[in-house]
């Protein structure tokens, strides 16, 4: 069915467009050959792709299935021909990581510099992300790993890949300097603190994901203990280790990475609550699997972190 790519652009030009006659000068073709293209997609898939509205068309149900199932294919093309070209022309190439703030501060510094020493002219492009953008942009073709925030039993889909190799354990941490490090901490004071959060659901899966340690979890925990609703939460990414640092704030972080976070400086609070542990690592895309540079830089993060973690 998925027979020609010059098709699949066509259409997925009208589904972005809504209007055949903008999607052909978009092209750069006449109306009536973008129409006889749809009409032919629409045969060989067996139904209506599109209906008719006042303002132009939109996608039915089995078009909207087709064009999320077109734009992977291109999205997968387009990776499988970089690879090529970068191959024949011998480029170097480009690898695309997410991490967790702590991730971020912790191990990917010093697992860039191990990489680029067997690997120095491949291009590494890092971003600061939580669980769900992570999760977003590995489905959506625009990284090839993550690093940290899921859980290995988490639910992926076939063209992600998940490995769990950390055992770590979360509790809340503020800096040293917080006025609740001074001695022991009632759970009510815990409330009166402004928290920073850098987690979040991860798109698709939240339903599966009720038990996976979170800041929400620790919050709400918080809330059946003692009655009290913790009056401000930041949502927050890499500039929330700032804030840490420079205001009376409580978060909930891998507590093996604080030593290897120099500034700020943060310390566990003295108490039980929030602390979990679980297993964590990384999740990447299987099309990049075929890469001796990816499939390096995969052993050394992992290394790195088991390093910080002891």
């Given at each position: ?170 509790g809340i941490v503020a800096h040293r300097d917080h006025p609740l490090q001074d001695g022991s901490v009632a759970l009510p004071d815990l ?120």
């Amino acid at each position: 069915m998925f027979e020609k790519r010059s098709d699949l652009i066509k259409f997925l030009a009208v589904a972005e467009t809504s209007k055949i006659l903008a999607a052909a000068d978009r092209l750069g073709i006449t109306q009536p050959a973008l129409s006889r293209v749809i009409a032919k997609l629409e045969d060989q898939f067996g139904g209506r792709l599109f209906e008719r509205i006042p303002t132009g068309v939109r996608l039915t149900e089995l078009g909207t299935m087709v064009a999320a199932l077109a734009r992977d294919i291109l999205r997968e093309i387009e990776i499988a021909e970089g690879k090529i070209q970068d191959t024949v022309s011998g480029r170097t190439g480009c690898l695309r990581i997410t991490a967790g703030p702590t991730w971020m501060y912790a191990v990917l510094p010093d697992a860039v510099a191990r990489f680029h020493d067997v690997y120095p002219g491949v291009e590494l492009k890092l971003r600061t992300a939580n669980a769900s953008e992570g999760i977003r942009r590995l489905t959506e073709g625009e990284s090839d790993l993550h690093c940290g925030g899921v859980d290995v039993h988490d639910p992926f889909p076939p063209f992600l890949a998940c490995r769990g190799f950390l055992k770590v354990a979360s509790g809340i941490v503020a800096h040293r300097d917080h006025p609740l490090q001074d001695g022991s901490v009632a759970l009510p004071d815990l409330a009166n603190y402004p928290w920073i959060d850098y987690d979040g659901p991860v798109p698709g899966f939240s339903d599966r994901l009720t038990d996976r340690p979170s800041i929400a979890r620790v919050i709400d925990e918080l809330y059946r203990r003692t009655s009290k609703r913790v009056r401000t939460v930041v949502r927050a990414r890499a500039v929330g280790l700032f804030m840490l640092g420079r205001g009376p704030y409580l978060s909930w972080l891998p507590l093996q990475f604080l030593a290897s976070i120099r500034e700020p400086e943060l310390k566990p609070l003295p108490v039980e609550l929030g602390r979990y542990s679980y297993r964590t690592g990384i999740v990447w895309r299987r099309s990049a699997e075929g890469l001796a540079p990816f499939q390096r830089l995969r052993e050394i993060v992992k290394q790195v972190a088991s390093e910080r973690a002891r």
